[in-house]
């Protein structure tokens, strides 16, 4: 499992943190790639890619806000299994023609209903046109307050794969 940090995080930030805990309980590999100081998406891509093609087994991708968007870009150009995004920075705008589309593995979107950074429209339409699961929760951009029913998100998720 590989998880893509947001533009104003780290690589083990406190969701990644709980969320790489679920994964190796299941005896998952865990992977956080660094992004600090790479501003740029389709570098933040390029350095996603670059790692996952180090990696055996199946590529599950795990990314948050602009990690979100880096990790489904990363998904169309890989041999990703699933992706599991929280608050996925699509459709911005401006940028709405960057949101990755060639997507085609199980997808399941976390994102808080009172998010002021990236609409959550924006997920709700990307579900809709990509057949991905869907969670809204009663929360913000950040997800902070909801980490536990994200892992039990998580985890189901890959139960479920």
Same mark, same amino acid.
């Given at each position: @499992?590989?998880? $893509? %940090? ?5 690589? /083990? ?5 709980? @969320? ?9 590999? =865990?992977? $956080?790639?660094?992004?600090?100081? #790479? ?6 891509? *390029?350095? #996603? ?12 991708? &795990?990314?948050? $806000? @602009?990690?979100? %968007? &880096? ?20 459709? @911005?705008?401006?940028? *709405? ?12 979107? =976390? %994102?808080? /209903? ?5 609409? =959550?429209?924006?997920?709700?339409? /990307? ?7 869907? %969670? ?21 998720? #890959?139960? *479920?794969?």
């Amino acid at each position: @499992m590989v998880f $893509s %940090h947001g533009k104003e995080s780290g690589p /083990w930030g406190s969701k990644i943190t709980a @969320m790489a805990a679920v994964a190796r309980n299941l005896n998952l590999t =865990v992977e $956080s790639v660094d992004y600090r100081g #790479l501003d740029d998406p389709l570098r933040r891509v *390029e350095k #996603l890619l670059g790692v996952a093609r180090e990696l055996h087994g199946p590529l599950l991708l &795990v990314g948050s $806000s @602009m990690g979100g %968007h &880096v990790a489904a870009a990363a998904a169309a150009r890989s041999k990703a299994a699933a992706l599991f995004l929280l608050a996925p920075a699509f459709y @911005m705008r401006g940028l *709405e023609q960057y949101t990755p589309q060639e997507v085609t593995v199980p997808t399941a979107i =976390v %994102h808080g /209903w009172h998010d002021d950074v990236v609409p =959550v429209e924006n997920s709700i339409r /990307w579900a809709r046109e990509h057949g991905a699961t869907l %969670h809204v929760l009663d929360s913000d951009h950040r997800l902070e307050d909801k980490i536990d029913a994200i892992c039990v998100l998580l985890g189901n998720f #890959l139960a *479920e794969l």
